[in-house]
């Protein structure tokens, strides 16, 4: 069974920065594509950021586009966000989800079929 684990929230301030980690287990990285997700507490799960299985193609969110760096690891297995000049508004859960998608990949909920159980981020001064 798929497994993933997200670490390297927490509490930054406006403008700040943080490294997500997504820890894949029971699959490698060039078999399924990841995504990032997030979610505030009453709105619906948002997607970030996602990287291609089959090449390392990135995809942004308009919101997150110039700010936030998706990359992957091959040898450890492991996929990274990035997250720069944060702001209150990227406060939320964060998620990485995996799954079988196009090239380039979309963080698309139906596609993807594996999540973690997300870590916190927040942005407050």
């Known amino acids: 069974q798929v497994q993933l684990v997200e670490s390297g929230g927490g509490l930054v301030q406006p403008g700040g920065s943080l490294r997500l980690s997504c820890a894949a287990s029971?699959?490698?990285?060039?078999?399924?594509?990841i995504a990032w997700f997030r979610q505030v507490p009453g709105k619906e799960r948002e997607g970030v950021s996602c990287i291609s299985s089959s090449d390392g193609s990135t995809y942004y969110e308009d919101y997150v586009k110039g700010r936030f760096t998706i990359s992957r690891d091959i040898a450890k297995n492991t996929v990274y966000l990035q997250m720069n000049s944060l702001n209150p508004e990227d406060t939320a859960l964060y998620y990485c989800?995996?799954?079988?998608?196009?090239?380039?990949?979309?963080?698309?909920?139906?596609?993807?079929?594996?999540w973690g159980q997300g870590t916190q981020v927040t942005v407050s001064s």
């Open positions: 029971r699959f490698t990285l060039d078999h399924y594509s």
């Open positions: 989800a995996a799954g079988v998608t196009t090239t380039p990949c979309y963080p698309v909920r139906p596609d993807f079929h594996s």
